[in-house]
């Protein structure tokens, strides 16, 4: 008995000294509509931030071994083996097929591999599970844009737009396209 009282009071005073050094309080993580709320209201410099924790949270699938796939199938399409980054996103998206960012990272190879149908198939998917997701949105834009549907392409972009407002090829995009959807000003 003595012995059991013993080790509660070093666990109570081991929680005591932690609470005590961190503050007492704990961090939690914002929730998406937070952060699409903030940086839709933010400036150039705090949209930075906002979009590193957007990707973070939209990155993690909730699987360590998902997650590994997902950072496998970046850095082989990094590397420029979308051969290799296909394969690893494929076995994320079988695995987990409610993990909108796997869908979207295959896209992102597909579209590198010149596979243009499989690539606006896996943006569906990704936008249908994460509508939000103003990368898969500008990725849309960018095939539709490549197929020569301006209005499509601005559409899409002007979507983008409004949930980052700070995201430079969006910017660029609708800056590029502008003239031609909405006419030249006399």
Known sequence: M?????????IVAATVIVLTISGGTQVFAESEADLLAELAQSDPKEAIGLERELKALWGNSG???????????????????????IEHFTALTDHAPDFAEGWNARASAFYDSGLIGPALADLER???LNPNNYDAIFGLGVIFEQFGDSSRAYAAYSRAQAIHPHHDEVTKALERLKPEVEGEEL
């Not at 699987?63 to 980054?85: I, V």
């Open 2 to 10: 003595d012995i059991r009282l013993t080790n509660l009071k070093g």
């Open 63 to 85: 699987s360590p071994a998902m997650n590994l796939l997902l950072k496998r199938g970046r850095d082989a399409l990094e590397r420029g083996d979308t051969r290799e980054a």
């Open 126 to 128: 990704a936008l249908y």
